[in-house]
């Protein structure tokens, strides 16, 4: 056999390995089409379950049937099953524009995505499609606490032209959605609406969001501290942001990002009043979120949105972690890491027939 017969067959052979390997990565990619931000306790503080342990089937039996309740309308979702270590509290939140069956959906998915991405771990919290649901768990109590950790946000890239008159403008719809939202009962605390910048003639669209089981005080609390956040230290003069936290929710925008009005739906009777307040629990300050993406992307945002946000960092003093496209939630790391010796090899294989 000739030499560029051998040649032309190593061509042939390392075509067919990067052909099958690129279609195997499409197919895995397929099932994190959408964002989901993570993490995984980060520290390892609440330690690790295993595979067969009465943990595992905790978790599983709570995770499948978080969501079962169909007559639970209003996107928050809380239970636990289990007793003592091995007990498991789950929580699911749903934003106040997202209607119940699409909810039940995205926590659906949230709940598969979640215990792949954080294997084993007693402790997990993520949010799925740019927030539309939020699920957690842990082993220990999670419910009516105030907990600002773990968090992330996003700025706009683009600054207002009059900063202070737009800042002004969103600290007072900020604060009106705000005593809204606090002042919901056990079933919502959101608060959803708009308002007119005159110097540049931009509606800015505004929500703001706490997990029900928090009393008034601390729902007003959590968003106090969020958007006073944003507007003083992360995101000052951008004409978009948010600032996203186990317990409550803040975003702005020059555009509209709900999905539906929710003052058209009605949930059912609240069933009991909020708790009194209580005191919050530590939780450990984390490392940057993780993020499971179909692709690498500059933008954190969908295409179809006009003006993208883009991650910036805070203070080294402050405990909060922006999120930034990385690959290493499940089928995802091996992209990177694996197509480019291959295509290299491709490369050589090509040139040196070519030769």
Known sequence: MSLLSISLLWFLCCLIITTTFIFKTSADLGTTSQRFFYFCDQNNERGNYTAKSNYARNLNTLLSTLTSNTRIDYGFYNSSHGENKDKVNAIGLCRGDIKPEECRGCLDQAKANITQLCPNRKEAIGWYQDEKCMLRYSDRTIFGLNETEPAYYMCNMNNATDADKFNGVVKNLSDKLRRKAAAGDSRRKYGAGTAVDDQSNKTVYGVVQCTPDLSEAECDSCLVESIKGLSSHYCNDKIGARMVRPSCYHRYETYSFLFYDPSTHHPSPSPSPSPSPS?????????????????????????????????????????????????????????????????????????????
């Open 279 to 355: 005191s919050p629990s530590p939780f450990p300050a984390p490392s940057s979120p993780k993020a499971a993406t179909p692709s690498p992307s500059s933008s954190l945002l969908p295409p179809s949105v006009p003006s993208a946000e883009s991650p910036s960092s805070p203070p080294p003093s402050v405990p909060l972690s922006s999120p930034t496209p990385s690959f290493e939630g499940v089928k995802t790391s091996s992209t990177t890491v694996t197509t480019v010796p291959l295509l290299l090899l491709l490369m050589g294989s090509f040139l040196f027939v070519s030769t």
